[in-house]
């Protein structure tokens, strides 16, 4: 089954950057899509972005304009861009994986902490 594994996350204060990595493993060519969400404690996790078959890309509302998702499928991994940081952007960000066939499959990643201080 498929394995996706975030990294980059960290402390940054408000106004600065920082660039999240999330690697995916087996089965890769299955995957239809791949997508960042995040969970801030507290709250229902929320969609950041995420990126369909032909390099179509959705933003959650609160990051347009200040996030850029982008992947390098040689290295089978996507990325996550995260500029202008503010302390609302604080959470445990979390990668995924979906497969659509025969039903709807979705592949978790434990997930990265981003701290933004003000």
């Known amino acids: 089954q498929v394995q996706v594994q975030e990294s980059g996350g960290g402390l940054v204060q408000a106004g600065g950057s920082l660039r999240l990595s999330c690697a995916a493993s087996n089965n890769i060519f299955s995957i239809d899509a791949m997508g960042w969400y995040r969970q801030a404690p507290g709250k229902q996790r929320e969609l950041v972005a995420i990126?369909?078959?032909?390099?179509?890309?959705n933003y959650g509302d609160s990051v347009k304009g200040r996030f850029t998702m982008s992947r390098d499928n040689a290295k089978n991994t996507v990325y996550l861009q995260m500029n202008s940081l503010k302390p609302e952007d604080t959470a445990v960000y979390y990668c995924?994986?979906?497969?659509?066939?025969?039903?709807?499959?979705?592949?978790w990643g434990q997930g990265t902490q981003v701290t933004v201080s003000s």
């Open positions: 990126i369909f078959d032909g390099d179509r890309i």
């Open positions: 995924n994986a979906e497969i659509n066939a025969f039903g709807t499959t979705i592949y």
